[in-house]
């Protein structure tokens, strides 16, 4: 039997990749919905995210080191995980949290939608990652109907201060996740994908806790009480399920893929924001559409194409 070729797409990687990205979409629906519906702020909806994260989390890290082939992690693997979870999560999640207060939801999912840029350049300059073919025209076609989607939204939305304000900590947090991608396609092959993730999103869940203490909200918690239900479905259905799929993505495909077939969001997004939240659909954002799916469709057919010559 012939190896895989380093650049092979496994099937099921494309799968739960996929739906990683689609579960992930519907965060920015479920926290525009419940700031519609509730007086609740985003460092609040934030905590109360991870507050009902926790457990899940709890469980896995125990379950991974509990493993038989579970191995001790070093001092330094345990600095790169506290970094990560600190930097590149629960960084990124205020920022969105709070960009999502001053945009719309597919704006916000286009916008964040950089980071897979970032991914590649960052594996590309600090660590000398080849940008395969495949990668460059599927990159092509997903950022040529972004932007298109982009310039469309600018034309149409009241650009007032808050909303310049929104997009740049958007644009931050596709930074900062971005380290967090990268960090994570390093360490996962060397501690395991349920472990990183699991202890990552601890650290995280720490860092927002110590955020919200600090900041005197913690009075907040008991007040939101009724509104609960949407911190639920935000830890179930748009933290804990996607983050454990994409972390098993990148272990099967590696971080770029995970960028590029997670641009599979916007579009995700887009339907669910016009639907749920009544959001327009444009010209724009229609052609930017197709190309991103036709990005996506590109990476699908050539993993089937090297599957079947290896087979």
């Given amino acids: 039997m012939s190896k895989t070729p380093p ?5 099921s990687g494309f799968i739960l990749t996929l739906l990683g990205a ?52 070093t001092k330094k693997q345990w600095l790169w995980i506290a970094l990560l979870g600190l930097f590149g999560y629960y960084l990124s999640s205020l920022f969105d949290f709070v960009g999502l207060q001053y945009v719309s939801a ?5 916008i964040l939608f950089l980071y897979p840029s970032f991914v590649l350049l960052i594996n590309f300059f600090f660590f000398n990652q080849k940008i395969t073919g ?3 025209l599927a990159l092509l076609l997903t950022y040529a109907g972004l932007m298109l ?25 596709a930074i900062t996740y971005a380290s967090y991608i990268v960090g994570g396609g390093r360490l996962i092959e060397k501690v395991g994908a349920t472990r990183f993730t699991a202890y990552a999103m601890l650290f995280s869940t720490a860092g927002v806790f110590f955020h919200f203490a600090m900041a005197g909200h913690v009075y907040k918690i008991e007040q939101a009480a009724g509104f609960w239900g949407y911190g639920f479905s935000l830890a179930l259905f748009a933290t804990v399920a996607p983050t ?4 098993v993505g990148i272990k099967k495909i590696g971080a770029n893929n995970v960028a590029i077939i997670s641009s599979i969001g916007p579009v995700s997004t887009i339907v669910q924001a016009y ?5 327009k659909i444009y010209t724009g954002q229609v052609i930017g559409t197709v190309l991103i ?15 079947a010559q290896t087979s």
């Fill in 244 to 247: 454990f799929l994409l972390s």
């Fill in 7 to 11: 650049h092979h797409l496994p099937v």
């Fill in 106 to 110: 597919g704006l916000e999912r286009l």
């Fill in 134 to 136: 495949a990668q460059k």
């Fill in 149 to 173: 989607a982009y310039i469309g939204e600018l034309r149409i939305v009241d650009a007032g201060k808050n909303f310049y304000y929104g997009s740049f900590l958007i644009f931050l947090c």
């Fill in 293 to 307: 799916i036709a990005g996506i469709l590109l990476l699908g057919w050539k993993s089937r194409k090297n599957l």
């Fill in 22 to 73: 689609v579960l992930f979409s519907t965060k920015a629906i479920i926290v525009k919905v419940t700031f519609a519906k509730t007086s609740i702020d985003a460092l609040t909806l934030l905590a109360m995210r991870m507050l009902f994260s926790l457990p899940f989390y709890v469980a896995a890290a125990w379950i991974g080191s509990n493993k038989k082939e579970a191995t001790k992690f």
């Fill in 275 to 279: 639907f749920v939240l009544e959001e």
